[in-house]
């Protein structure tokens, strides 16, 4: 654990209590740093808000803007969480913030104190534009005090976090729309029918103009890049430089976002192909994983979906790059064990894939648990004691292709085993 991570912990209550009681009263006593932000785009949804984050903050630094982004969880550093015009915060910014924030932060929460540091560094710090990340759900989220955002963007909705936001579509829908304010359009991602729904009566009931995909713009895949199409425009895109057909989506979602934000079609081309961000769908090709897949000529992935809409998305990515290349697959998975990886490897049936369980650090599913609920589900499936083990098994057999994936901390932990793959 890196040294921020443990101060927080060290210091701040750990639980999730979604509430805003204690949030307001921590701004408050900060001054209200919320309200002295750059122009907010804040994003909710249960997949792809961090990649529509970066999608939007690439577009908007290629216009020439200077961008704060906060979004979690981290991978290796703590530091990842805050990224103040451009750049990642440094270790004497951030303890120097947490000093004035421990000085009146009560019983704030350690998610709590985490976003009120990045509303105090951002609003001390001058940008042109501030993109803010919903940690979980959206009413009661501790990022819910911006009261007037410029934009509302609401990724995929689908069932997460069922242990804090319930196991009913709406309710979880409800709790993202809750980021809708009057005033404020909101760019909404395609939806089901029943959560687009509970999103239009929310955005009635506070006057929040909407713009939806599939309704008023859309975006696919054609002819190697990314077509953008709304009332106004036909947009001949480059496809995004993150990997996935998922991707296309999330970036028109980003489009859609950066056009409502004014910027110019070049800039859009231009962050398009520049945006990164780690674990999703992230070819590995320098660290020691990577050096041990490529001395077998094989490639080495990392995602870190951790539910079955995002272990859909896998299996597209995954399928799709079969059709063109095809490639015996192995993959490496760990989850956490309130994670519902049923529904995950449920998602993933129909791929030709020997899978090895593995832990991490923290609150891990059993690996023999695990791989008992993967076999269950069709697949071939072993414990391992390691990534390390796992690789050398998938290896071994031949594997061609290997994925790491199921969860955001075990791609930390593989992240962080060299300074070469820290997220920067």
């Known amino acids: 654990m890196d040294p921020i991570s443990e101060r927080l912990r060290a210091r701040h209550p750990q639980r999730i209590d ?17 309200d002295r932000l750059p122009p907010v785009v804040h994003v909710a949804g249960t997949n792809g808000k961090g990649s529509t984050v970066s999608l939007i903050r690439a577009i908007a630094e290629a216009a020439g803007l200077r961008v704060h982004a906060y979004t979690s969880p981290h991978l290796v550093r703590f530091n990842e969480r805050i990224r103040l015009a451009g750049s990642l915060i440094s270790d004497d910014q951030l303890n120097a913030i947490l000093d004035r924030i421990e000085a009146v932060a009560g019983e704030a929460t350690v998610f709590e104190s985490t976003t009120a540091a990045a509303f105090l560094a951002m609003s001390e710090t001058p940008a042109d534009l501030a993109i803010i990340e919903v940690g979980l ?13 410029l934009l509302s963007v609401i990724t995929p909705v689908d069932l997460d976090h069922a242990e804090f936001l319930g196991d009913r579509l709406e309710g979880v829908a409800a709790e993202k ?4 304010k009057a005033g404020a359009r909101g760019v909404i991602a395609r939806q089901s029918e029943a959560v687009m729904a ?3 009566r ?18 696919w895949a054609e002819r190697g890049g990314l077509v953008y199409q709304d009332q106004e425009r036909f947009l ?12 296309f989506d999330n970036a028109g979602v980003a489009v859609a976002a950066a056009l409502e934000l004014d910027l110019p079609e070049a800039a859009i081309a231009a962050g398009l192909k520049a945006v990164r961000w780690p674990a999703r769908m992230q070819r590995l090709t320098v660290g020691p994983y990577a050096e041990k897949a490529q001395k077998a000529d094989a490639e080495l992935w990392l995602d870190g979906g951790h539910n079955p809409h995002a272990g859909r998305a896998l299996a597209r990515s995954l399928a799709e790059r079969q059709s063109r290349a095809p490639r015996p697959t192995a993959l490496i998975v760990a989850m956490l064990v309130n994670k519902d990886a049923g529904g995950f490897f449920e998602a993933l049936k129909g791929l030709d894939a020997q899978v090895f369980t593995v832990s991490f650090d923290g609150a891990a599913a059993d690996p023999t648990a695990l791989a008992a609920v993967a076999q269950g589900r069709g697949f071939g499936a072993l414990p391992a004691g390691s990534v390390d083990e796992a690789l050398d098994r998938a290896l071994a057999l031949g594997a061609g292709r290997i994925v790491i994936c199921g969860s955001l901390y075990l791609a930390g932990e593989v992240l962080g085993a060299s300074p070469e793959t820290w997220p920067v």
Do not use: K, W
């Open 137 to 149: 759900g959206g009413s009661l989220d501790a990022t819910n005090v911006i009261d007037r955002p």
């Open 202 to 219: 929310r955005a009635a009931e506070v006057h929040s103009p909407l713009t939806v995909m599939g309704v008023d713009f859309d975006a």
């Open 177 to 180: 729309a809750g980021i809708l």
């Open 236 to 247: 001949d895109l480059p496809a995004p430089a993150l990997s996935g057909p998922h991707q």
């Open 198 to 200: 509970v999103i239009e």
């Open 18 to 34: 979604l509430s805003l009681d204690r949030m307001r009263a921590l701004c408050a006593a900060l001054g209200d740093p919320q």
